[in-house]
């Protein structure tokens, strides 16, 4: 069994608790997509969209010091955030045929931000902590 200090409990339980709460705000996204939305985005979904943004936000200022000091962690929060957040836009676009999804814009929107997210997250492991960190 590998022993863990209290420390690194915390983050493990700080990233789960926070990767539950983003499920949670997609599967609000899910159920005013296909309720209110017909299948469709509106703006009741982009305000889903915006809680998913502002769970983000919270969720990296809450946990700033253990992803300061763990720059592994501050990747994983990252990678959490995409492959919820695109992952479950993805999924309604293509199943509700979005032209975007069927033309290909879908694929370039998540083919940047994947390539944007992934030098973030790997300048914030070669400088030792958040990128973000001169604020």
Do not use: C
Request: avoid cysteine; charge should be positive.
């Amino acid at each position: 069994m590998i022993s863990r200090s209290g420390e690194e409990r915390s983050l493990v339980a700080g990233l789960t608790l926070y990767a539950l709460v983003l499920a949670a705000v997609m599967v609000v996204f899910h159920v005013v997509v296909v309720t209110v939305g017909d299948g469709t985005v509106d703006q009741w979904s982009m305000l889903a969209l915006a809680g998913a943004a502002l769970t983000i936000v919270i969720g990296a200022r809450v946990m700033r010091k253990n992803l300061i000091r763990r720059p592994f962690a501050y990747f994983v929060f990252h990678v959490l955030s995409f492959v919820l957040v695109v992952g479950s836009v993805s999924v309604h676009a293509f199943l509700a045929g979005w032209t975007g999804s069927i033309s290909g814009g879908l694929v370039w929107m998540v083919g940047l931000w994947s390539i944007g997210l992934f030098v973030h997250a790997f300048a914030s492991i070669a400088r030792g902590g958040f990128a973000d960190a001169d604020a």
